[in-house]
């Protein structure tokens, strides 16, 4: 089964260093010229807004999911291929979960680690929809990763995950990587 769409979580900040939004137009470029969908939070501020610009400037697809909550604080992006509005965050990630075959997750915050621990255990536990092991990716400068990166070898190595679950998120630096690595993932199921 070919690579469809792509979750990417990420921040609604763009952070303090000006290669995030670089990173995030850069991912957003490569999606669209590898005709990848992207599917995300549906905001047009920070990170979120700058991978989602980049996919629609080089004509990609953009399923943006986002609550109501946020909607009404104005932060949807207008622009979408398509824009979906939930009543909660719970239900905003089954959806964004549901449409995406893979996960890949740029700098960000709170929502951001939150999104990639869930999806991982969904995925470990069997609990996406479609029952497929889609793998989470951390994309960018190891030096923002690599605390979280140590944190979860020591997970393994104290027994608290399964060597055999720690591939579920894996680390790339460079976005053409990365989604080449999703992509392979398929190709091999």
Not at 18 to 33: D, M, N, V, W, Y
Not at 93 to 112: C, H, N, Q, V, W
Request: glycine share 10%; with cysteine.
């Amino acid at each position: 089964m070919p690579l469809h769409y792509v979750c990417v979580f990420c921040g609604s900040s763009s952070g303090s260093d000006p290669a995030f939004s670089l990173l995030a137009t850069e991912l957003g470029k490569i999606l669209a010229h590898a005709k990848i969908g992207l599917v995300y939070g549906g905001a047009s501020v920070g990170l979120m807004g700058k991978v989602a610009d980049a996919v629609l400037e080089n004509e990609g697809e953009v399923i943006g999911v986002i609550p109501e909550g946020l909607q009404s604080h104005e932060l949807n992006h207008k622009g979408l291929t398509e824009l979906l509005i939930t009543k909660d965050m719970h239900q905003r990630k089954r959806i964004m979960y549901e449409r995406s075959d893979g996960f890949i997750a740029l700098p960000g915050g709170m929502g951001t680690l939150e999104e990639v621990f869930e999806a991982a255990t969904w995925t470990k536990l069997g609990f996406h929809k479609d029952a497929r092991n889609k793998p989470v990716i951390l994309l960018g400068s190891s030096s923002f990763w690599s605390s979280l990166n140590s944190f979860l070898d020591m997970l393994v190595d104290t027994g608290f995950i399964k060597e055999s679950d720690r591939g579920i998120i894996s680390y790339e630096q460079d976005p053409s990587e990365a989604v080449r690595k999703l992509a392979s993932h398929f190709v091999e199921e």
